[in-house]
């Protein structure tokens, strides 16, 4: 059960959190799915799309749970992202995280993704 990642502001984890689905962020409604990260993407991810934010999260779930709701769709470069097709349960995350910034700007992953 490989887990997959998504990083949101606390404040719109917590709206989700409160109505029990999470439809995404602006981004995610845009373009009709709920943009993931795998573990290797994450630094990336972090770096292009939330830059210098503060009050962020990084929610991790299985892959396995949305059978295919999920796609891994090429992205960057032809990299295959996971596409979540539908709602997130926020009761679905494996573990919630904060993702703090460092000192120059860069967000703190985790060391242990597990």
Known sequence: ???IYKICPAAL????????????????LADGYIHFSTASQ????AAKHFAGQHGLLLIAVDDSRFGAA???E???????F???????????????APLPLRADGSHAIPESLA
């Open 1 to 3: 059960m490989p887990l």
């Open 13 to 28: 984890w917590s709206e989700a959190e409160a109505k029990g689905r999470f439809d995404g962020a602006p981004v995610d």
């Open 42 to 45: 994450l630094a990336e991810t």
């Open 70 to 72: 999920l796609r891994y």
């Open 74 to 80: 090429p992205s960057r470069g032809g990299a295959l």
């Open 82 to 96: 996971p596409h979540l097709y539908a709602p997130l349960d926020p009761k679905a995350a494996r573990w919630i």
